[in-house]
């Protein structure tokens, strides 16, 4: 009795299971297309496994699709904002965050050798040129690692700048 699949998908799957997290971020590169911020090896695993399935059989109906967004929006919480911040209109609230310094400050900081200058707007930060809906995506840009953008700016931190 042969317990190897036959269907070379099914075979490429079971192959993720043994590599190694770094094989696998360049797996999730070349078939999401961007980089991976996850190091979790299952993670990545599932994740990949689903898109190569999605892309050889297809992904969701356009309905069920539909359905998604519309149980999303009714949602009370997201845990996560939207990928593309550039594409989202940011609701005007009057909860402002107490550790952010006064509109049109210019927070400064040194990181490998470069100084990094970033405004404070209304809504989000400009940083050359770009506009970043937070202080955490913007330090994951710069540092190329995840990083608490408050920390990485030192701001609201005693003795801060």
Do not use: C
Request: charged share 30%; aromatic share 8%.
């Amino acid at each position: 009795m042969n317990d190897t699949p036959t269907d070379p998908l099914i075979r490429e799957i079971l192959a993720l299971r043994e590599l190694p997290v770094s094989a696998l971020r360049e797996r999730y590169l070349a078939v999401f297309g961007e980089e991976s911020t996850s190091r979790d090896k299952d993670y990545l695993f599932k994740r990949i496994a689903y898109r190569m399935q999605e892309q050889r059989y297809g992904g969701l109906s356009p309905r069920a699709k539909a359905r998604a967004a519309e149980l999303a929006d009714k949602a009370p919480v997201r845990r996560r904002p939207p990928r593309n911040v550039a594409s989202v209109s940011i609701v005007e609230t009057s909860a402002r965050d107490p550790r952010l310094p006064p509109v049109g400050t210019v927070l400064r900081r040194e990181f490998r050798g470069e100084v990094h200058e970033v405004r404070v707007l209304t809504e989000g930060f400009e940083y050359r040129g770009e506009r970043y809906a937070s202080l955490s995506t913007l330090a994951t840009k710069i540092a190329g690692s995840r990083w608490n953008g408050f920390l990485f700016f030192k701001v609201g931190a005693k003795g801060a700048a």
